[in-house]
C-alpha cells in the first residue's frame, strides 16, 4: 500500500510569488490534515479535510493560505502571496474515516521563501 | 489550549544502552490519545508508540516502552538496546477528540556507536 506523497519536496520562491503543495493521501482515507513545521518550533495543525470538506480549518493562519480537496482524493494548499514567515516544512497527513487517532504523514514539503 | 512540552532539545545515547525521552502536556479534558513520532533524516514520521489516556497500562512496542503518568500529564518515551536506526527527530503528540494533533518542538535523537 503506498504511503502518503507529497509533491515538491522542497520549494524555494521569492516573496510575493505563489507556490502550490500537493498532498495524495492514503487510498480510502477520507480524514486529510495540513500541518506546519517553522524551524526550531512545534508542528502546528492548519486544516482538517473529511472527504472534500473542511473539518475544521482552524490553524490556518490567514487568507493567504488556500487549501482544496476536489473530489475527495489529493489536496492542494496554494500560498498567495508568499511572504518570509511562512517558509517552513508543510506536512500532510490522512486517516482512515473513523480511526483520527491513526494519522500517517507525509513527508513534508520544505518551502523557504527568500 | 493544549500544549506539548519537549524539553531536551537534543540527547545522545551510546549504541545498545537506554535513553528516555521527556514529555509533558496540559489538558482539561480527561479522554485522549498520546503518541511519539519518529522523524528519520529526510524521510516521514512514522508513529511509535500510541497510549490511550483510559489505560492504565503502559504501551509496549518491542524495544519502546512508555512511562505515562495521568495525574503529572507525562508521557515519556525509554528505547532500549539503542539502534544506529534509531537516530532521527521524535515528536511528542496529544490528541483531542476531534482529531487535532498538538505537537512537542521535538527531541533530537543521536546514536553513537
Known amino acids: 500500500e503506498a504511503g502518503v506523497t507529497q509533491f515538491p519536496s522542497h520549494s524555494v520562491i521569492e516573496k510575493g510569488q505563489t507556490v502550490t503543495l500537493r498532498c495524495d493521501p492514503i487510498?480510502?482515507?477520507?480524514?486529510l490534515y495540513w500541518y506546519r513545521r517553522v524551524m526550531g518550533k512545534e508542528i502546528k495543525f492548519l486544516l482538517h479535510?473529511?472527504?472534500?470538506?473542511?473539518?475544521?480549518e482552524s490553524g490556518m493562519p490567514n487568507n493567504r493560505f488556500l487549501a482544496e480537496r476536489t473530489g475527495g482524493t489529493y489536496s492542494t494548499l496554494k500560498v498567495q502571496p508568499a511572504e518570509l514567515e511562512d517558509s517552513g516544512v508543510y506536512f500532510c497527513?490522512?486517516?482512515?474515516?473513523?480511526?483520527?487517532?491513526?494519522?500517517?504523514f507525509g513527508p513534508g514539503t520544505r518551502l523557504t521563501v527568500t | 489550549a493544549q500544549t506539548v512540552t519537549q524539553s531536551q532539545p537534543e540527547m545522545s545515547v551510546q549504541e545498545a544502552e537506554t535513553v528516555t525521552l521527556s514529555c509533558t502536556y496540559d489538558?482539561?479534558?480527561?479522554?485522549?490519545?498520546l503518541f511519539w513520532y519518529k522523524q528519520p533524516p529526510s524521510r516521514q514520521m512514522i508513529l511509535v508508540i500510541r497510549?490511550?489516556?483510559?489505560?492504565?497500562q503502559n504501551a509496549t512496542e518491542n524495544r519502546f516502552s512508555v512511562n505515562f503518568q495521568k495525574a503529572a500529564k507525562s508521557f515519556s518515551l525509554k528505547i532500549s538496546d539503542s539502534q544506529l536506526g534509531d537516530a532521527a527527530m521524535y515528536f511528542c503528540a496529544y490528541r483531542r477528540i476531534g482529531n487535532q494533533f498538538y505537537f512537542g518542538t521535538g527531541t533530537s535523537l543521536t546514536v553513537i556507536p
Open positions: 487510498s480510502g482515507h477520507d480524514n
Open positions: 497510549q490511550e489516556a483510559y489505560k492504565q
Open positions: 479535510f473529511v472527504k472534500e470538506s473542511k473539518q475544521d
Open positions: 497527513a490522512s486517516s482512515p474515516r473513523d480511526r483520527g487517532y491513526e494519522q500517517y
Open positions: 489538558t482539561s479534558e480527561s479522554d485522549y490519545y
